[in-house]
């Protein structure tokens, strides 16, 4: 049986194409359309990081690519004013879209609103031995010797430090970053992760913790770091459910402290249903 052909992720779009490949396949698979033409000096500088973000979703959305010299007619179409002009169609219908060359964190934004990247598959190698945080750093630290003036890798680095437990390096490396980097989704979420790690500094073990809460309800710094630790060590929803706890029975303890608990938590988390849950609860008591 032979294979279905592939779809490019990146394309040309034109009026014959535009209805098979931009609204049909949208039913399938989101298309993110960006019009631009190739004298546009922003278009130069947003087409590249849209391919680049095409390339790392792994398929997850395709991004067609409208040149409005040579296709004014969808232009006029799409009511286009100024470029670039970026828009998502996803189920056969313009679901959002944005003017003007974003930086790359509003760009991870905008896309994380409608579509999350898939997992990449290679045959052959799904029995092999995962990347050991400690591998992972040593390969980043090999990939910024030969171009150290990535300034990507650099947040990548960041990301490696913190996973390895070396905080302050994580931190400096973070502070560091360019200010295009600075507002990337993956930097908010490792300053989030920072501060939750910080929580942690001269605090008791999990089990001390435990009885403590134990032997008082009421013990909120006990209750508070037992849900950060928690939630750092895989047990989510426990974790959540502490800072809920306090929310609940002493919302204003130490500044409203549980509440940016729960908004650093959402951050950090990759599980859309325990978010969309736990941000229902959090919404519950405060309102």
Same mark, same amino acid.
């Given at each position: 049986m032979t294979d279905a052909p592939t779809l490019p992720v990146v394309f040309d779009v034109d009026t014959q194409t535009f209805e098979a490949d931009v609204l049909q396949a949208s039913l399938t698979t989101p298309v993110l359309v960006d019009f631009w033409a190739p004298w546009c000096e922003p278009c130069k500088t947003l087409g590249p990081m849209l391919e680049k973000l095409a390339a790392e979703y792994n398929g997850a959305f395709r991004l067609g690519k409208v040149d409005v010299d040579q296709q004014q007619e969808l232009a006029g179409m799409f009511g286009i004013k100024s470029i670039p002009t970026v828009v998502m169609v996803k189920d056969g219908q313009v679901l959002d879209g944005f003017a003007g060359a974003l930086p790359e964190g509003q760009l991870r934004e905008f896309l994380s609103r409608h579509v999350q990247p898939l997992e990449a598959t290679d045959d052959g190698l799904d029995d092999a031995t995962p990347e050991t945080p400690e591998q992972a750093l040593g390969?980043?630290?090999?990939?910024?010797?030969?171009?150290?003036?990535?300034?990507?890798?650099?947040?990548?680095?960041?990301?490696?430090?913190? =996973? +390895?437990?070396?905080?302050?390096?994580?931190?400096?490396?973070?502070?560091?970053?360019? +200010?295009?980097?600075?507002?990337?989704?993956?930097?908010?979420?490792?300053?989030?992760?920072?501060?939750?790690?910080?929580?942690?500094?001269?605090?008791?073990?999990?089990?001390?913790?435990?009885?403590?809460?134990?032997?008082?309800?009421?013990?909120?710094?006990? =209750?508070?770091?037992?849900?950060? =630790?928690?939630?750092?060590?895989?047990?989510?929803?426990?974790?959540?459910?502490?800072?809920? +706890?306090?929310?609940?029975?002493?919302?204003?303890?130490?500044?409203?402290?549980?509440?940016? =608990?729960?908004?650093a938590a959402f951050t950090t988390l990759d599980d859309a249903d325990v978010v969309g849950r736990y941000r229902r609860k959090m919404a519950s008591l405060l309102f």
């Open positions: 390969r980043i630290q090999q990939a910024i010797a030969a171009e150290p003036d990535k300034a990507e890798l650099k947040l990548d680095l960041a990301l490696a430090l913190l =996973r +390895v437990g070396q905080t302050a390096a994580a931190e400096a490396e973070l502070a560091a970053l360019p +200010v295009n980097l600075a507002t990337d989704t993956r930097a908010v979420r490792l300053r989030s992760e920072l501060d939750l790690a910080h929580a942690l500094k001269d605090a008791p073990e999990l089990t001390a913790l435990q009885q403590r809460v134990e032997a008082d309800g009421n013990d909120w710094e006990a =209750r508070d770091q037992l849900g950060v =630790r928690l939630l750092l060590e895989g047990d989510v929803e426990a974790g959540l459910d502490q800072f809920l +706890v306090i929310l609940q029975k002493a919302r204003d303890w130490n500044d409203g402290q549980a509440k940016k =608990r729960l908004l």
